[in-house]
């Protein structure tokens, strides 16, 4: 299998806050081979992730590559699925790089940003660093209209409704995936629709899960696009790269009523300080266990106290208490620059600090000798365990092979030599006992913390069981309100449309019965002139052949909207003001009488909206105006004649004189 392939990265030239884009130092690192480039654009470091789709992309500090947060979550929108960029130096409180790389046994320079890049690489390679997110595990799916639908014309209505099923149809089918994909991986996932004429205008998915695991595109399919994303985080989250190999401490206790803990790495920083009433020595055992590997366990006291010893046998540690008891004075000396809350804390941080002042300069010493690539903790632990520098190191390294030394014959030992080894004998099987006893209450405390530990787990167990019934018995309510809310919105909006037919239904009744009682007519109203307003009569109350029509404003027609109505066959049109005179002739060359609503007696009931006339009455006015259209027909006949016997005349002149 082939080894992951990691990116150093460190910039070479300008800022990302400058004017000028900068330039970086890129190194991919293909297990042991380095490949180097040198001012690479932040485009073409792009290209080249996703033409290597590295595992790692390390850097010594995140925002050498983006000026804020967004911006890099933009930068990290754009990586491979796979790909984690690592901040090597450390999460929201950053290490120098070069005292890092240093523990690790890795020296460079650091003026030149390709080495940079290249230790960041290595450290990035050793599981050193911190994973950088910015989004996250939740993605959003927004699936809406590809385009806008417009003002358009006669078939909008068909175009939009047609499009608004498109969205409806693409996100069932996103629903059906959803469903399918949350009872494999168990996730659960949210829907927000907006209804519109046809289907749906929108609608947006709010998934419980990263975006590695919704294996939906982004794009336009047809009127319909889908946009998938993460969801951006309100801060950067930092998670270690992996479990790093615990490091060695110096412990200090201060056993008692009162118990404190007190733990320094081998640099001498603080990392733990605790105090605490009747706590007890597994308790103390297991707090330290979380810190580190105690490679000292000191007290401030001598005799080494009996719990401290405990302690000690259970980490297999270096005793490190003074040979006298600390005077008041030092332990103040001690531990003044780490600060402490009360003597016990302050006892207990002096009989740490007091082991690492007297050997810092040992460790200093070690680790000037270490050769590049070897764990300095490590040396630094076997030389305190009693071997020297050389041997810990060749060790380490396993470079020289250890000769097998030749056994001399050594001369016999006296008397006082073996009874030295007897008592030396007698100590260990002593010690050994000792030891045996402590693996018995080792054993007993852990055969005791593994039964608690069961009853803990069967009632976490219990609880999240209740808590993932409770959980969906509320999502399930969450659901079924939003679909009532739905479905009420729905009820009402046929509420309205039904009291709308049921008003255009009374109408349409009212204007049939006046039309089968025969006494009168019924007049349909026009309100305006315009094609809108003939148009929306026509839906309401209908317009047919032979009707008689009122237009309320008959000013605004011209010779489109009344051939409209000669179209539709209209009997006659009752007007109320004055007729454009475009209008009046189109209907006269049509044959459509327009008489004046004072010439008519006309019945007008403005609650009703409605209209009737006397047939009698109509039927007098339509042949008084068919009579008057007959004189000016003939008028306009003999007008014509008129001006055809003059130009005759005209023709004939011309030729006589010609």
């Known amino acids: 299998m082939p080894e992951n392939i990691i990116f150093g990265i460190d910039i070479a030239k300008g800022s990302v806050r400058a004017k000028e884009k900068p330039g970086y130092a890129v190194v991919i690192l293909k297990g042991s081979e380095a490949e180097h480039h040198r001012m690479v654009s932040m485009h073409k470091f792009q290209r080249l992730v996703w033409q290597e789709k590295p595992a790692l992309i390390a850097v010594d500090n995140i925002f050498e590559l983006a000026s804020d947060k967004h911006e890099l979550a933009s930068i990290l929108s754009k990586l491979p699925d796979n790909t984690k960029l690592i901040q090597v130096t450390g999460g929201e409180t950053l290490q120098p790089l070069v005292k890092l790389a240093k523990q690790q046994g890795i020296i460079f320079d650091r003026f030149d940003p390709n080495a940079e890049a290249l230790a960041c690489a290595r450290l990035a390679q050793m599981g050193i660093?911190?994973?950088?997110?910015?989004?996250?595990?939740?993605?959003?799916?927004?699936?809406?209209?590809?385009?806008?639908?417009?003002?358009?014309?006669?078939?909008?209505?068909?175009?939009?409704?047609?499009?608004?099923?498109?969205?409806?149809?693409?996100?069932?089918?996103?629903?059906?995936?959803?469903?399918?994909?949350?009872?494999?991986?168990?996730?659960?996932?949210?829907?927000?629709?907006?209804?519109?004429?046809?289907?749906?205008?929108?609608?947006?998915?709010?998934?419980?899960?990263?975006?590695?695991?919704?294996?939906?595109?982004?794009?336009?399919?047809?009127?319909?696009?889908?946009?998938?994303?993460?969801?951006?985080?309100?801060?950067?989250?930092?998670?270690?790269?992996?479990?790093?190999?615990?490091?060695?401490?110096?412990?200090?206790?201060?056993?008692?009523?009162?118990?404190?803990?007190?733990?320094?790495?081998?640099?001498?920083?603080?990392?733990?300080?605790?105090?605490?009433?009747?706590?007890?020595?597994?308790?103390?055992?297991?707090?330290?266990?979380?810190?580190?590997?105690?490679?000292?366990?000191?007290?401030?006291?001598?005799?080494?106290?009996?719990?401290?010893?405990?302690?000690?046998?259970?980490?297999?540690?270096?005793?490190?208490?003074?040979?006298?008891?600390?005077?008041?004075?030092?332990?103040?000396?001690?531990?003044?620059?780490?600060?402490?809350?009360?003597?016990?804390?302050?006892?207990?941080?002096?009989?740490?600090?007091?082991?690492?002042?007297?050997?810092?300069?040992?460790?200093?010493?070690?680790?000037?000798?270490?050769?590049?690539?070897?764990?300095?903790?490590?040396?630094?632990?076997?030389v305190v365990r009693g071997k020297s520098i050389d041997a810990a190191i060749s060790d380490l390294t396993r470079t020289e092979k250890t000769e097998p030394g030749r056994i001399e014959s050594s001369p016999e030992k006296t008397g006082e030599e073996a009874l030295r080894l007897r008592e030396l004998l007698r100590k260990h099987e002593e010690k050994i006992e000792e030891m045996k006893k402590y693996q018995d209450e080792l054993r007993d405390e852990l055969g005791t913390k593994e039964e608690k530990l069961r009853k803990l787990e069967e009632l976490i167990e219990k609880q999240r069981t209740l808590a993932y019934k409770q959980l969906k018995k509320e999502k399930m309510i969450q659901i079924r309100d939003k679909e009532i809310a739905r479905l009420q919105k729905r009820i009402s909006e046929n509420n309205k449309k039904i009291s709308f037919l049921n008003e255009r239904i009374h109408k349409l009744k009212h204007v049939r019965r006046l039309e089968l009682s025969g006494r009168v007519l019924p007049v349909k109203i026009i309100t305006a002139f315009t094609k809108d307003s003939i148009l929306r009569t026509q839906e309401e109350v209908g317009i047919k052949k032979d009707d008689i029509i009122l237009m309320k404003d008959a000013s605004g027609g011209g010779s489109v909207t009344a051939k409209m109505l000669a179209d539709i066959g209209v009997q006659v049109v009752i007007i109320c003001n004055d007729m454009s005179h475009a209008a009046e002739e189109e209907l006269f060359n049509l044959g459509v009488p327009v008489l004046k609503a004072k010439d008519v007696n006309i019945q007008f009931d403005p609650a009703e909206e409605l209209a009737v006339i006397n047939p009698d009455a109509i039927k007098n006015a339509i042949d008084d105006w068919n009579k008057k259209a007959e004189l000016r027909k003939m008028a306009a006949k003999e007008e014509w004649l008129k001006s055809l016997v003059d130009e005759y005349r005209s023709e004939r002149r011309r030729e006589v004189k010609g």
Do not use: C
């Not at 110096?250 to 605490?276: K, N, W, Y």
């Open 129 to 382: 660093g911190y994973e950088v997110s910015a989004f996250e595990d939740k993605t959003t799916i927004k699936v809406s209209r590809a385009r806008s639908p417009g003002r358009g014309g006669w078939s909008q209505n068909r175009y939009r409704r047609k499009m608004h099923g498109y969205v409806r149809q693409k996100a069932r089918e996103i629903e059906d995936y959803l469903n399918e994909q949350s009872k494999i991986k168990g996730f659960t996932f949210t829907q927000n629709v907006t209804e519109r004429f046809g289907g749906y205008s929108k609608s947006e998915f709010f998934v419980d899960a990263p975006r590695s695991q919704v294996h939906i595109s982004s794009g336009k399919y047809g009127d319909v696009q889908v946009n998938v994303k993460s969801i951006e985080r309100d801060a950067l989250a930092f998670k270690p790269l992996k479990t790093r190999k615990r490091d060695y401490i110096i412990v200090g206790i201060d056993p008692g009523t009162t118990t404190a803990v007190a733990v320094l790495t081998l640099e001498g920083e603080l990392r733990m300080l605790h105090s605490s009433r009747a706590i007890s020595i597994p308790e103390v055992i297991e707090m330290i266990a979380e810190q580190g590997r105690p490679l000292i366990i000191a007290s401030d006291v001598y005799p080494t106290p009996n719990a401290v010893e405990k302690i000690r046998r259970a980490f297999n540690a270096v005793l490190g208490s003074p040979e006298a008891v600390l005077a008041a004075g030092d332990k103040i000396e001690f531990a003044t620059p780490y600060g402490y809350s009360n003597n016990h804390e302050r006892d207990a941080i002096a009989a740490a600090a007091s082991f690492y002042r007297k050997n810092k300069n040992k460790f200093e010493q070690i680790k000037k000798k270490i050769p590049q690539g070897v764990n300095a903790e490590e040396v630094i632990a076997q």
